[in-house]
Protein backbone atom coordinates (compact mmCIF):
# COMPACT_ATOMS: atom_id res chain seq x y z
CA UNK A 1 0.00 0.00 0.00
CA UNK A 2 1.19 3.73 -0.91
CA UNK A 3 2.75 5.94 2.10
CA UNK A 4 0.28 8.59 1.25
CA UNK A 5 -2.79 8.99 -0.88
CA UNK A 6 -5.24 11.80 -2.04
CA UNK A 7 -8.51 10.97 -3.40
CA UNK A 8 -10.53 13.63 -5.13
CA UNK A 9 -8.67 16.19 -3.05
CA UNK A 10 -10.75 20.02 -4.22
CA UNK A 11 -10.24 23.39 -2.85
CA UNK A 12 -12.02 26.89 -3.67
CA UNK A 13 -11.21 29.90 -3.36
CA UNK A 14 -13.81 32.66 -3.60
CA UNK A 15 -15.37 30.30 -7.07
CA UNK A 16 -11.77 29.60 -8.15
CA UNK A 17 -10.82 26.02 -7.81
CA UNK A 18 -7.18 26.26 -6.93
CA UNK A 19 -7.16 22.25 -6.73
CA UNK A 20 -9.57 19.98 -8.23
CA UNK A 21 -10.02 16.54 -8.58
CA UNK A 22 -6.52 15.87 -7.26
CA UNK A 23 -6.05 12.13 -6.81
CA UNK A 24 -2.30 10.44 -6.23
CA UNK A 25 -0.23 8.15 -4.45
CA UNK A 26 3.21 8.85 -2.85
CA UNK A 27 5.28 5.20 -2.08
CA UNK A 28 7.46 4.37 0.32
CA UNK A 29 11.20 5.70 0.35
CA UNK A 30 10.78 7.49 -2.76
CA UNK A 31 11.08 11.50 -4.13
CA UNK A 32 7.81 12.26 -5.66
CA UNK A 33 8.43 15.23 -8.10
CA UNK A 34 5.68 17.65 -8.07
CA UNK A 35 5.57 20.18 -10.91
CA UNK A 36 3.54 22.42 -13.07
CA UNK A 37 3.63 25.93 -13.80
CA UNK A 38 3.05 28.90 -11.50
CA UNK A 39 -0.38 28.72 -9.77
CA UNK A 40 -1.14 25.06 -10.85
CA UNK A 41 -1.64 24.44 -7.33
CA UNK A 42 1.38 22.77 -5.66
CA UNK A 43 1.89 24.78 -2.55
CA UNK A 44 -2.45 24.66 -1.86
CA UNK A 45 -1.70 20.22 -2.04
CA UNK A 46 0.99 20.83 -0.12
CA UNK A 47 -0.98 22.81 2.56
CA UNK A 48 -3.95 20.74 2.41
CA UNK A 49 -1.85 17.41 3.49
CA UNK A 50 0.19 19.27 6.10
CA UNK A 51 -3.21 20.54 7.11
CA UNK A 52 -2.45 24.03 6.87
CA UNK A 53 -5.80 24.47 4.67
CA UNK A 54 -9.34 21.89 4.77
CA UNK A 55 -9.89 20.70 1.43
CA UNK A 56 -13.77 21.33 0.56
CA UNK A 57 -13.86 17.74 -1.29
CA UNK A 58 -11.57 14.74 -1.19
CA UNK A 59 -9.42 12.88 1.61
CA UNK A 60 -5.94 12.20 2.27
CA UNK A 61 -4.82 8.55 3.65
CA UNK A 62 -1.57 8.52 5.42
CA UNK A 63 -0.23 5.31 6.30
CA UNK A 64 -3.59 3.83 6.03
CA UNK A 65 -5.16 6.13 8.28
CA UNK A 66 -7.77 8.75 6.57
CA UNK A 67 -6.03 11.97 8.12
CA UNK A 68 -7.96 14.62 6.06
CA UNK A 69 -9.30 16.89 9.09
CA UNK A 70 -6.32 16.65 11.26
CA UNK A 71 -4.56 20.08 12.09
CA UNK A 72 -0.78 20.41 11.23
CA UNK A 73 0.44 19.47 15.09
CA UNK A 74 -1.75 15.93 14.78
CA UNK A 75 -0.09 15.37 11.52
CA UNK A 76 3.18 16.25 12.49
CA UNK A 77 3.21 13.73 15.20
CA UNK A 78 2.29 11.40 12.70
CA UNK A 79 5.42 12.01 10.55
CA UNK A 80 3.50 14.34 8.02
CA UNK A 81 5.81 17.42 7.37
CA UNK A 82 6.19 20.71 5.40
CA UNK A 83 8.89 23.15 4.80
CA UNK A 84 7.61 26.27 3.48
CA UNK A 85 8.21 28.32 0.01
CA UNK A 86 8.82 31.29 2.27
CA UNK A 87 10.60 30.07 5.19
CA UNK A 88 9.57 30.15 9.04
CA UNK A 89 12.42 30.15 11.16
CA UNK A 90 12.23 32.48 14.62
CA UNK A 91 14.69 34.70 13.73
CA UNK A 92 15.60 36.82 17.02
CA UNK A 93 17.00 33.65 18.97
CA UNK A 94 20.31 31.90 17.71
CA UNK A 95 20.40 28.87 14.70
CA UNK A 96 21.28 26.19 17.46
CA UNK A 97 18.38 27.19 19.68
CA UNK A 98 15.59 27.04 16.44
CA UNK A 99 17.09 23.75 16.05
CA UNK A 100 16.56 22.75 20.37
CA UNK A 101 13.11 24.70 19.70
CA UNK A 102 12.06 21.79 17.06
CA UNK A 103 13.34 19.24 18.70
CA UNK A 104 11.82 19.90 21.99
CA UNK A 105 8.41 20.72 20.31
CA UNK A 106 8.76 17.23 18.59
CA UNK A 107 8.98 15.53 22.17
CA UNK A 108 12.47 14.87 21.97
CA UNK A 109 14.94 15.44 25.48
CA UNK A 110 17.13 18.15 25.87
CA UNK A 111 19.93 16.48 25.79
CA UNK A 112 18.81 14.38 22.59
CA UNK A 113 18.01 17.61 21.12
CA UNK A 114 21.72 19.03 21.51
CA UNK A 115 23.11 15.94 19.77
CA UNK A 116 21.13 15.78 17.25
CA UNK A 117 21.44 19.27 16.33
CA UNK A 118 25.18 19.30 16.45
CA UNK A 119 25.27 16.24 14.02
CA UNK A 120 22.77 18.45 11.39
CA UNK A 121 24.25 21.66 11.71
CA UNK A 122 27.86 19.90 10.90
CA UNK A 123 26.22 18.05 7.76
CA UNK A 124 24.44 20.83 7.16
CA UNK A 125 27.53 23.17 6.99
CA UNK A 126 26.05 25.79 9.81
CA UNK A 127 28.39 24.94 12.68
CA UNK A 128 30.01 28.20 12.30
CA UNK A 129 26.98 29.77 12.71
CA UNK A 130 25.15 28.06 15.29
CA UNK A 131 25.51 31.04 17.93
CA UNK A 132 24.18 34.01 15.38
CA UNK A 133 20.58 35.42 15.22
CA UNK A 134 18.54 33.05 12.80
CA UNK A 135 17.51 36.62 11.65
CA UNK A 136 21.28 37.85 10.33
CA UNK A 137 21.46 34.35 8.11
CA UNK A 138 21.43 34.23 4.64
CA UNK A 139 17.77 33.10 2.70
CA UNK A 140 19.87 29.83 1.93
CA UNK A 141 21.12 29.66 4.78
CA UNK A 142 17.66 29.88 6.36
CA UNK A 143 16.24 27.35 4.28
CA UNK A 144 18.77 24.65 5.53
CA UNK A 145 17.73 25.70 8.48
CA UNK A 146 14.23 24.81 8.04
CA UNK A 147 16.09 21.27 6.38
CA UNK A 148 17.51 20.70 9.70
CA UNK A 149 14.22 21.94 12.04
CA UNK A 150 12.16 19.53 10.07
CA UNK A 151 15.05 16.75 10.18
CA UNK A 152 15.49 16.48 13.76
CA UNK A 153 13.33 14.12 14.24
CA UNK A 154 12.87 12.48 10.88
CA UNK A 155 9.74 12.32 9.26
CA UNK A 156 7.85 9.46 7.71
CA UNK A 157 7.41 11.84 5.00
CA UNK A 158 8.48 15.83 4.43
CA UNK A 159 6.84 17.60 2.23
CA UNK A 160 9.19 20.64 0.54
CA UNK A 161 8.00 23.47 -1.40
CA UNK A 162 10.48 24.87 -4.05
CA UNK A 163 13.62 24.43 -1.24
CA UNK A 164 16.04 25.28 -4.21
CA UNK A 165 14.60 28.76 -5.66
CA UNK A 166 16.88 31.49 -4.88
CA UNK A 167 19.27 29.73 -2.76
CA UNK A 168 23.13 29.87 -3.72
CA UNK A 169 24.75 27.00 -5.74
CA UNK A 170 27.08 26.14 -3.04
CA UNK A 171 24.51 25.76 -0.66
CA UNK A 172 22.05 24.27 -3.46
CA UNK A 173 24.28 21.38 -3.62
CA UNK A 174 24.41 20.89 0.68
CA UNK A 175 20.77 20.69 -0.14
CA UNK A 176 20.29 18.32 -2.61
CA UNK A 177 23.11 15.96 -1.06
CA UNK A 178 21.03 15.99 2.05
CA UNK A 179 17.53 14.68 -0.08
CA UNK A 180 20.00 12.16 -1.60
CA UNK A 181 21.64 11.15 1.54
CA UNK A 182 18.08 11.02 3.33
CA UNK A 183 16.69 9.00 0.31
CA UNK A 184 19.15 6.18 0.59
CA UNK A 185 18.35 5.82 3.85
CA UNK A 186 14.73 5.64 2.85
CA UNK A 187 13.34 8.58 3.67
CA UNK A 188 10.41 9.86 1.77
CA UNK A 189 9.90 13.03 0.29
CA UNK A 190 7.36 15.07 -2.19
CA UNK A 191 9.40 17.41 -3.64
CA UNK A 192 8.08 20.86 -5.29
CA UNK A 193 10.61 22.68 -7.43
CA UNK A 194 10.94 24.35 -10.72
CA UNK A 195 14.36 23.58 -11.46
CA UNK A 196 14.18 20.11 -13.99
CA UNK A 197 17.44 19.10 -13.71
CA UNK A 198 17.27 18.71 -10.29
CA UNK A 199 13.96 17.20 -10.01
CA UNK A 200 14.92 15.08 -13.38
CA UNK A 201 17.93 13.62 -11.10
CA UNK A 202 16.22 13.11 -7.71
CA UNK A 203 12.35 11.86 -9.32
CA UNK A 204 12.24 8.90 -10.33
CA UNK A 205 8.25 9.81 -10.44
CA UNK A 206 6.68 13.09 -10.78
CA UNK A 207 3.19 14.20 -10.85
CA UNK A 208 2.34 17.49 -13.15
CA UNK A 209 -0.32 19.84 -12.29
CA UNK A 210 -1.97 22.53 -14.36
CA UNK A 211 -4.11 25.10 -13.40
CA UNK A 212 -5.67 22.76 -10.35
CA UNK A 213 -5.44 19.58 -11.80
CA UNK A 214 -3.33 16.45 -12.55
CA UNK A 215 -2.45 16.57 -15.93
CA UNK A 216 0.10 13.51 -16.15
CA UNK A 217 1.92 11.10 -13.30
CA UNK A 218 5.04 9.15 -14.23
CA UNK A 219 8.80 8.63 -14.55
CA UNK A 220 9.74 12.08 -14.62
CA UNK A 221 11.19 12.26 -18.28
CA UNK A 222 7.72 10.33 -19.72
CA UNK A 223 5.96 13.10 -18.03
CA UNK A 224 8.02 15.77 -19.02
CA UNK A 225 8.00 14.61 -22.47
CA UNK A 226 4.04 14.24 -22.05
CA UNK A 227 2.60 16.96 -24.95
CA UNK A 228 -0.08 18.24 -22.34
CA UNK A 229 2.70 18.70 -19.97
CA UNK A 230 4.39 20.67 -22.76
CA UNK A 231 1.46 22.60 -23.54
CA UNK A 232 0.98 23.32 -20.30
CA UNK A 233 4.27 24.90 -19.65
CA UNK A 234 4.42 26.67 -23.06
CA UNK A 235 0.45 28.20 -22.12
CA UNK A 236 1.59 29.43 -19.26
CA UNK A 237 2.57 32.81 -19.12
CA UNK A 238 4.56 32.88 -16.08
CA UNK A 239 8.14 31.87 -15.52
CA UNK A 240 9.39 28.00 -15.40
N1 LIG B 1 -5.13 31.75 0.22
C1 LIG B 1 -5.51 31.94 -1.06
N2 LIG B 1 -6.56 32.73 -1.37
C2 LIG B 1 -6.95 32.90 -2.66
N3 LIG B 1 -6.36 32.30 -3.70
C3 LIG B 1 -5.31 31.50 -3.46
C4 LIG B 1 -4.82 31.29 -2.13
N4 LIG B 1 -3.75 30.43 -2.20
C5 LIG B 1 -3.60 30.15 -3.51
N5 LIG B 1 -4.52 30.77 -4.25
C6 LIG B 1 -4.68 30.64 -5.72
O1 LIG B 1 -4.72 29.26 -6.01
C7 LIG B 1 -4.00 28.97 -7.19
C8 LIG B 1 -2.91 27.96 -6.90
O2 LIG B 1 -1.89 28.59 -6.15
P1 LIG B 1 -0.62 27.82 -5.59
O3 LIG B 1 -1.06 26.58 -4.94
O4 LIG B 1 0.14 28.79 -4.78
O5 LIG B 1 0.16 27.50 -6.94
P2 LIG B 1 1.66 27.00 -7.16
O6 LIG B 1 2.25 26.64 -5.84
O7 LIG B 1 1.54 25.84 -8.09
O8 LIG B 1 2.39 28.14 -7.82
C9 LIG B 1 -3.52 30.29 -7.73
O9 LIG B 1 -4.43 30.76 -8.69
C10 LIG B 1 -3.49 31.17 -6.50
O10 LIG B 1 -3.66 32.51 -6.87
MG1 LIG C 1 3.96 27.45 -4.83
Do not use: W
Request: with cysteine; hydrophobic share 45%.
Amino acid sequence: MSLLMTRGLSIHFGGVAAVDDVSFAVEEGEILGLIGPNGSGKTTVLNMLSGFLQPDAGEVIFAGENVTRLTTVELARRGLLRMFQMTRVFGRITTLDNMLVAGMAMGLTEKETNQRAQVLLEELAMTHVQYLDAGQLSGGQRKLLEFGMCFIKPPRMALLDEPFAAVHPVMRETMANFIRRRHAMGQTFVLVSHDMPIVVELCQRSVCMNAGKVIAVGSTRSVLESTPVIEAYLGSSSHV
